[in-house]
Every structure is written in C-alpha cells, then in structure tokens.
C-alpha cells in the first residue's frame, strides 16, 4: 500500500456498521407467519443472511413452494423500516473508531447487499447520516451481487483508489474472501468464537482479524 495517502475504507453496513441483522431476521420470521411458513429467529438468520431481496425470495418460494407477491414485499419492507427506526443501533464502537478514521484523513465508503432505501435508512437511524456522501453503493449498482468482488471493485474505483490501496471491512467471511481474491486488504470483524472460526481461511490468506471495533484504529494505522 502506498504511504504517500491514507488508505481508503469500504464498510460493509450490516453488521460491520448497524447492528441490524437479528433484529432484521426478528422481522423476516414475523412476516413470514403471513405466508404460513413458520420460522424461528435462528432458522431465519440461517436461510436469509446475507441475501438480496431476490435471494430471500427464492429461499422462501424453496421453503414453502410459493414464491412471495409484491404486497410480501412491500409489507416486509415497511416492517424492516419501523423496526430499524425504534431499535437499530451502531456496532459497538465502530462510530468512535469512524469518525477517527474520518479525522486521520481516510476516504470512506459504505459497499453493501441490501436495497439501498435499507442502506441509507440504516446509516441515518445509527448516526452516520450524510457520513459517506454520494459513497454509498449496493449491490444493484452491479452486475453481480457479493460474494463476486463488483462492489468492492465500484467503490474503490469511486474513490479513485486501486485494490491494494484499499482496506475492505467485513463480517462475512465469503465477503472477506471475495476481497482478498480481488486485491483488497482485508478486516474481518468477527465478534465471538464461533464467528472467528469462519475467518480461517481468510486469515491464513493475508486478512486480519479482529473481535472488537475498538482495535480498527490500530489495526488500519499498523497496515500503512
């Protein structure tokens, strides 16, 4: 990585920045009842994380042999919305260590997989409204959706930024992976022992990883 400038940051949202994804299966198993399909909040989380609004789709039409009508999308969607506007909050410590990274000069982006309505709602609610500008990018704005390397690759390429000059933070290990294999560093954020142990892999390829939001600033200031 080049000293001569920061590294630019590309921030996964859920999960890296909101803390959003069981509240957002909480939601998935309660709409789901209007379909009859009866799910617990861990089977939710299983068959949904980290899946486009599609994905979810087709997991459920998998799930109950029918595939849910737009009134499931629109209801789903406004449900998610009440929810994260009473209940969602930031990762721990990941605005301290933002606004830090922000401070030292970093250019920062938001790559995400979820709709970006979803997006930018969730970055408002959490604290970080107008944080990323025009750097928001989602998985629509791409020709393939995570794990392929595009929206990594777009926002780099928006922040003017080559691969290796770029630091990608991710809970998901498949994401960390696609970055690695695209010539990002890497950051895998993976908060429990059980979640570490999906991280194998990409540490034994060149990411680091980290149990805590409170060690990013470290981490990023000793990869320059």
Same mark, same amino acid.
């Given at each position: 990585?080049?000293?001569?400038?920061?590294?630019?940051?590309?921030?996964?949202?859920?999960?890296? %920045?909101?803390?959003?994804?069981?509240?957002?299966?909480?939601?998935?198993?309660?709409?789901?009842?209007?379909?009859?399909?009866?799910?617990?909040?861990?089977?939710?989380?299983?068959?949904?994380?980290?899946?486009?609004?599609?994905?979810?789709?087709?997991?459920?039409? =998998?799930?109950?042999?029918? #595939?849910?009508?737009?009134?499931?999308?629109?209801?789903?969607?406004? !449900?998610?919305?009440?929810?994260?506007?009473?209940?969602?909050?930031?990762? =721990?410590?990941?605005?301290?260590? @933002?606004?830090?990274?922000?401070?030292?000069?970093?250019?920062?982006?938001?790559?995400?997989? *979820?709709?970006?309505?979803?997006?930018?709602?969730?970055?408002?609610? !959490?604290?970080?409204?107008?944080?990323?500008?025009?750097?928001?990018?989602?998985?629509?704005?791409?020709?393939?959706?995570?794990?392929?390397?595009?929206?990594?690759?777009?926002? =780099?390429?928006? %922040?003017?930024?080559?691969?290796? &000059?770029?630091?990608?933070?991710? &809970?998901?290990? @498949?994401?960390? =992976? *696609?970055?690695?294999?695209?010539?990002?560093?890497?950051?895998?954020?993976?908060?429990?022992?059980? *979640?570490?142990?999906?991280?194998?892999?990409?540490?034994? #390829?060149?990411?680091?990883?980290?149990?805590?939001?409170?060690? %990013?600033?470290?981490?990023? *200031? !000793?990869?320059?």
């Amino acid at each position: 990585m080049s000293s001569h400038r920061p590294a630019a940051l590309i921030f996964d949202c859920d999960g890296v %920045l909101v803390d959003s994804e069981w509240l957002a299966s909480r939601v998935e198993t309660e709409v789901a009842r209007d379909l009859g399909v009866s799910l617990t909040v861990e089977q939710a989380h299983a068959l949904f994380l980290g899946k486009t609004v599609d994905g979810v789709l087709d997991a459920i039409a =998998a799930h109950s042999g029918k #595939r849910p009508d737009a009134g499931f999308v629109y209801n789903w969607a406004f !449900a998610t919305a009440r929810a994260f506007t009473h209940e969602l909050k930031p990762v =721990a410590a990941v605005r301290e260590a @933002a606004a830090e990274l922000r401070r030292r000069g970093h250019a920062m982006a938001v790559a995400s997989q *979820s709709p970006l309505a979803r997006v930018q709602l969730s970055l408002e609610v !959490a604290g970080f409204g107008g944080w990323f500008g025009e750097h928001v990018y989602v998985s629509s704005m791409v020709a393939r959706p995570k794990p392929a390397p595009d929206i990594y690759l777009l926002a =780099a390429t928006r %922040l003017g930024a080559a691969p290796a &000059d770029c630091v990608v933070i991710e &809970d998901s290990p @498949a994401g960390a =992976a *696609s970055a690695l294999g695209a010539g990002f560093q890497v950051i895998g954020y993976a908060p429990d022992a059980e *979640s570490r142990e999906k991280f194998a892999d990409s540490r034994a #390829r060149g990411a680091t990883v980290i149990g805590a939001m409170e060690d %990013l600033v470290g981490v990023i *200031s !000793a990869q320059r």
